[in-house]
């Protein structure tokens, strides 16, 4: 590992790593207690149903059942959701989707709790179900939540019947716009749902002491956000929940809202026992969340020089059954629908609607990648209609140094044009390009190149560090934030390093723990790096100034005549060998004066989203909101004129990240979303078949593996420095999937003249393209 001071920059790897490759990690699947009950679930066969009556007799004889749980063991009136607060712990009254917990079960072994799983009896009473979210809003159809009125919400999110949350942006007049335009294209776009498939399973683990209190580690992506859920839906007081996490094998988002922690807290106080809970594959596809699904009408004007005018976006997002985090993703895609582009006259609205489907939630892009998808396609569209090279459109449109975002907040780094130049100069855009399709090679294959361009935020709520110094000098990093697998803890390690002038071995790092841990609103939204990197800054600031306040008492001088030095000392500017180590300050601080030194920071984005002279906005679910990373993706794709099969021969990958904490790891994210986005483009989807999920397994689902992979996968780190950001760093986490399904399509359409519009980019609906070729109006 690279001991030097200079942390920040440094390409370590991830502090688990030997863990991780030795099996030595401990995930919740491999956590285990004195005692421990196994749980299992019951879940629904139908996807709208009033639950009768349960029949649990037979389940409850059964040797070695130590409880079951139904939904008449919670209160209807505790109910959680982070914008709507529509769901119970289990299902309650009725069921909204196939595969929705009815029961849950703690028994003393596994094959004990799926027999008496087996053996419990529900008398249901179908009702007509709905699975299309355009007519789950039309008048008379069947209702997923009767009461969706009296839901609580922390936004006008103008919830009523099946219109699970509504939202409309309008900069500028759109109307009077579309009359200055010489050429307005309007089309559809739809996108499927994908799921997160983290490589582990989501699973709790719940012990309860003596006094009634519980401990409970989860899969998560917050313990903080797991105790607020578990809490709401149980009815709790939050002290008597202690949330702690093992490591975790990735989220996705999948994560960070609840799953099963909520049954297996209250198998555990009604067993009076730990429990166990770890969801099979099938039942992590069926039961949990996945992407959104999606319709998007985009209208778009523009000048006859290519400059933007006018944009129209309205988006139909499917919500499933429970709003989870619908009205977030709705809200935040119409914010960055727009894309990195001056667009004076904007409207943006859309809906969420309930229907009988699991739940759809946050996943990667929370939004951007489905919007990004439509918006990107329709600029090459307009592009070939104009005669100008898709570059050359979007440079002229592009958003550069002193440019607002959409809706007027300030911007304050970006390196766009940089993210631009270089995927234009590594994949020879200039020599490569042809604005007609290629012509196809002995084997029938064609070739293209596609770009596309996107941004992402990296500050959104609360979040904490505390940095305390220890007896021997070195330094305990606390901060709350979950390492889901991208590296966090490596990241705020290097930053408190680096702000402390000590080298990365000596600063360790805590694992979150609600009892302890400082607040931290979760590992989403590409926020960790930016907000809490921030804080942790802060906090190692103020444990600075406690070190030279007792430096300088010491040596009788002023504070600010001392310095920190590289490897935890303190000294006198301009004279050398006066100096103290962090272990004699500490030790002074500890058993003679002052008390140990601790750093602490509490903090919440607080920039507006929205200049209020600029933008009308109804049913704003993030009202601070900010601080934009930007990032560029060229894709050259291959194509089969026999079959319309689409594979992508090679990439390039840019990401404006302010400054690159670190390089390794900051690569290693850009080349994982790319790979995520490149399934998403081309294979993943989950399918329905009515009502029921027909493929919730990997025989079944598929997702790219090495084999699909392009053989070349370039990645560019673009350092514009933020400002705001630690040692100028931005977000980096979720921006490299944003582009790659419109770079992808853009990329088969220069090499086949297919436009398609609807993802997956399937071989069938390429080959559909090519023998039916559609008109340019």
């Known amino acids: 590992m690279n001991s030097t001071p200079d942390a920040v920059g440094a390409p370590i790897g991830q502090l688990e790593g030997r863990d991780k490759l030795t099996g030595a990690a401990q995930y919740i699947a491999d956590l285990n207690r004195p005692g421990l009950l196994h749980g299992a679930l019951l879940q629904s066969p139908y996807a709208h149903a009033r639950i009768k009556r349960y029949d649990l007799q037979a389940a409850l004889a059964l040797p070695g059942v130590r409880a079951i749980v139904t939904g008449d063991d919670v209160q209807e009136t505790h109910r959680m959701g982070p914008f709507i607060k529509d769901e119970h712990a289990l299902a309650k009254g009725k069921v909204r989707y196939v595969g929705e917990i009815v029961a849950a079960v703690a028994a003393d072994t596994s094959a004990i709790a799926q027999a008496a799983v087996r053996a419990i009896r529900v008398d249901y009473e179908p009702l007509p179900e709905i699975v299309d979210p355009a007519e789950a809003l039309l008048p008379g159809a069947a209702t997923v939540h009767e009461d969706s009125a009296s839901f609580a919400h922390v936004f006008d999110s103008g919830t009523q019947g099946n219109l699970c949350s509504r939202t409309d942006f309008r900069q500028g007049d759109v109307e009077r716009a579309w009359g200055e335009c010489d050429l307005v294209v309007e089309r559809e776009y739809r996108t499927q749902p994908q799921a997160h498939l983290s490589i582990e399973p989501c699973g709790a683990l719940a012990e309860i002491d003596a006094a009634g209190r519980v401990t409970l580690w989860s899969a998560n992506q917050s313990v903080f956000r797991v105790q607020g859920n578990v809490c709401e839906s149980l009815g709790l007081p939050m002290t008597r929940l202690r949330c702690l996490t093992p490591h975790i094998g990735a989220g996705f988002g999948n994560k960070m809202e609840p799953h099963v922690q909520p049954v297996v807290v209250l198998l555990a106080l009604k067993a009076r026992r730990g429990v166990k809970l770890i969801l099979s594959r099938e039942e992590d596809f069926e039961t949990v969340r996945a992407r959104h699904p999606s319709r998007i009408r985009m209208k778009t004007g523009v000048k006859r020089d290519g400059t933007l005018v006018a944009r129209e976006c309205e988006l139909l997002l499917d919500g499933g059954a429970f709003a989870d985090d619908s009205p977030g993703v709705l809200g935040y895609a119409l914010l960055m629908q727009c894309g990195p582009y001056r667009i004076p006259h904007v409207h943006a609205h859309g809906r969420v609607a309930y229907t009988n489907k699991l739940r759809f939630g946050a996943m990667r892009g929370f939004g951007v990648p489905q919007v990004t998808f439509a918006a990107e396609s329709q600029l090459d569209e307009i592009a070939e209609r104009l005669g100008m090279d898709p570059i050359a459109l979007r440079r002229r449109n592009m958003l550069v140094p002193g440019d607002p975002w959409f809706g007027g907040q300030p911007i304050d780094s970006n390196g766009l044009a940089q993210c631009v130049d270089a995927v234009a100069r590594g994949s020879g855009w200039d ?264 493929n919730p397994s990997l025989m079944d689902y598929k997702i790219p593996t090495f084999a699909e992979l392009p053989t070349e996968l370039h990645t560019y780190l673009i350092e514009s420095g933020e400002p705001s950001g630690p040692f100028g760093a931005k977000s980096v986490g979720e921006i490299g999937i944003n582009p790659v399904a419109a770079a992808i399509a853009n990329a088969v359409a220069n090499a086949s003249g297919a436009r398609v519009r609807e993802l997956p980019i399937t071989g069938e609906r390429v080959l559909r393209r090519l023998l039916q070729p559609e008109s340019s109006a």
């Not at 702000?499 to 841990?517: F, H, M, N, Y």
């Open 431 to 694: 020599e490569r390009h042809s604005g007609a399709p290629a012509a196809a090679d002995a084997d029938g294959k064609r070739r293209g190149l596609g770009i596309a361009l996107t941004a992402h935020i990296s500050g959104l709520l609360a979040t904490g560090a505390i940095v305390r110094v220890l007896e021997d000098g070195s330094v305990l990093l606390s901060t709350g934030a979950v390492d889901i697998g991208q590296g966090s803890n490596t990241v705020l390690t290097q930053i408190c390093a680096q702000a402390l002038k000590l080298a990365v071995e000596q600063v360790a790092i805590a694992s979150p723990d609600t009892d302890g841990s400082p607040y931290n609103w979760g590992s989403t939204a590409s926020r960790v790096t930016y907000l809490t990197g921030g804080s942790v800054v802060k906090a190692a600031a103020e444990v600075e100034r406690q070190l030279k306040q007792h430096a300088a008492d010491v040596f009788e001088c002023a504070a600010d005549d001392l310095e920190l030095l590289t490897g935890g000392r303190v000294g006198l500017k301009g004279v050398a060998g006066k100096a103290l180590s962090f272990a004699e300050i500490s030790g002074r601080a500890h058993w003679a004066t002052g008390g140990p030194i601790i750093g602490s920071n509490s903090r919440v984005f607080d920039r507006k989203t929205f200049d209020p002279k600029r933008v009308v906005a109804l049913g704003l679910p993030f009202p601070q909101i900010g601080i934009f990373s930007f990032g560029a993706v060229v894709a050259e794709v291959e194509v089969d004129e026999a079959s319309g099969k689409v594979g992508v021969v090679r990439a390039w990958a840019a990401c404006d990240v302010g400054r690159a904490i670190n390089p390794q790891l900051a690569r290693g994210q850009i080349e994982g979303a790319f790979v995520q986005g490149m399934g998403y483009a081309l294979i993943e989807e989950l399918v329905w078949d009515g009502a029921r999920l027909a």
